[in-house]
């Protein structure tokens, strides 16, 4: 017997989660936001809004209730279904008439020919490929850590030039690492909502060296699937709101002069994920206030987060002036003028 072959990428380019969201009956259940969908989430039949994510885009999904995850469009199949992923893919190629990745001959699998254009005369020529059964299929997220990093400096000089307390540096655990990939760096520990340690960030005391950049994150983390400082700042959001800056530094300062529901978003642009966690956070009747850079990432990133935002909880900007300022340069009576102490 021949097993049925399976090419794993074309179906994740092919079958379209929305058509499988659709064939389960779930597509009409779900809010509409730009090319994002949001509900509850059908896997584990949860009841909260929010939990469910779909990017109608990049064609994928994410469950930020008890799934804890996502994937792409064979990964929801399967979590549908209850069955690996080979099994799902399979699913998908009989719903969809995908095929099974290549013809056969005799019983064998054959290489697959493809029109690839000749650039001198337009006209289309035969090219080979060998399909490969791509096994690995992608999930975005952010694993907890197995190791702490230990030795870090909390009385290096850049951290009490930043203005940090020595309570401040204990609360956040941040120090400088003098070995391994953060090397030279003041590093930043990454927790997610839960409070599970799932990464460090490294910044650079100063200007950094030439081919270097100011921060660094460890490969294969995904920022837009964290809010940093959420699992503090939550045990507030539900009466008081969240202030959301851009940076780990300004979030941080903002801490230790008392704004106890501040959180970062670790960049100027609000992710669809960070959207989710956000609005879970402060519940349907909630409040965020904005205070991004005045830049004009900081400018772009405010729009288009005032833009969704305002859709579910209510928004207000705090404009902080001319000159580029940031939240990080805030004294605290100007916290107290705006309304935020």
Known sequence: MVATWVDFKDIKQRARIADVLARYGVLEKLQRRGENLVG?????????????????????FNCFGDCHGGGNVIDFVAKMEGVDTRA?????????????????????????TKDKP??????????????RVEEKTEERVNPPLTFVLKNLDPEYPYLAERGFT??????????????????????IPIHNERGELIAYAGRWPGDPPDGEGKYKLPAGFHKSLVVFNLFRAKEYAR??????????????????????????????????????????????????????DEDESGWKGRKDALTRLSAQVYVKVIVLGEGGRQPDSL???ELRSLGLL
């Not at 300004?250 to 994920?273: F, K, T, Y």
């Open 40 to 60: 509850s989430c059908p896997i584990h039949k949860g009841t909260n809004g929010t939990q469910f994510h779909v990017s109608l885009a990049k064609n994928n």
């Open 88 to 112: 799902a893919a399979l699913k998908l190629q009989e719903w969809f008439g995908i095929g099974d990745g290549g013809e056969k001959e005799n019983g064998k699998k054959r290489l697959v």
């Open 118 to 131: 000749d650039k001198a005369t337009g006209e289309g020529k035969r090219e080979q490929k060998d399909e």
């Open 166 to 187: 020595q309570e401040t540096i204990a609360t956040f655990g941040v120090g400088h690492c003098k070995k391994g990939l953060m090397a030279g760096r003041i590093v």
């Open 239 to 292: 009466e008081h709101g969240l202030i959301l800056v851009e940076g780990f530094f300004d979030c941080i300062h903002l801490w230790q002069a008392g704004v106890r529901n501040v959180v970062a978003l670790m960049g100027s642009s609000l992710s669809p994920e960070q959207e989710v966690l956000i609005v879970e956070a402060v519940g349907s009747n909630g409040r965020v206030a904005l205070m991004l």
């Open 331 to 333: 004294t605290v009576e």
